[in-house]
């Protein structure tokens, strides 16, 4: 049986099929591949710069960073964030941490840290959140705070190279 199929069907059926990419990403990809995804993330790890130097004074990487949201039920995978803000502000990003899901979960949040601070200025434009679509996609963005740490925590950073949770974040007067 030959059908021919058409963009209508790839429209109607992005988010079953994205779904299927990840899974088979997670369960086939990933686990095949992790020794070699380890030595990569540990090589990332150990290459980013904790501060860059701007005028004189270091910027730490939590003041050149932003918080990204993302709408359940409509992926966002890391390659589009890093190809949006490439395409409108260059090769800006420093690094990016996705929120770590398991098995067909998605990501609903992203860090990203960018070389330059004056590129979070860049991307809001003056207000303190902005919102913006990727590919029919919505996500929000605003600069990046810090957990605090806890008092008892022995540890100096607030949430161990792992992503703070997803606040409450109102964003209906956004526009």
Same mark, same amino acid.
């Given at each position: 049986m030959e059908k021919e199929i058409d963009l209508q069907f790839f429209h109607q059926n992005q988010v079953s099929m994205a779904q299927g990419i990840a899974k088979i990403m997670e369960e086939v990809c990933l686990r095949s591949l992790k020794d070699i995804m380890d030595i990569v993330?540990?090589?990332?790890?150990?290459a980013a710069a904790p501060?860059?130097?701007?005028?004189g004074e270091a910027v730490p990487a939590d003041n050149r960073a932003m918080f990204v949201t993302f709408s359940?039920?409509?992926?966002?995978?890391?390659?589009? #964030? +890093?190809?949006?803000f490439r395409r409108g502000f260059g090769e800006c990003i420093e690094s990016l941490y996705m929120q770590k899901v398991e098995g067909n979960e998605q990501s609903l949040f992203t860090r990203v840290v960018f070389q330059s601070a004056s590129t979070i200025d860049k991307i809001l434009n003056g207000k303190g959140k902005a919102k913006f679509t990727i590919n029919?996609?919505?996500?929000? #963005? +605003?600069k990046f705070i810090p957990k605090r740490p806890k008092p008892s925590s022995s540890s100096s950073l607030p949430y161990d190279n792992e992503m703070p949770a997803l606040p409450h974040f109102p964003f209906s007067s956004v526009s």
């Open positions: 993330v540990e090589r990332n790890k150990m501060s860059i130097v701007h005028g359940k039920g409509y992926p966002v995978w890391e390659w589009e #964030v +890093r190809e949006f029919s996609k919505h996500l929000w #963005v +605003r």
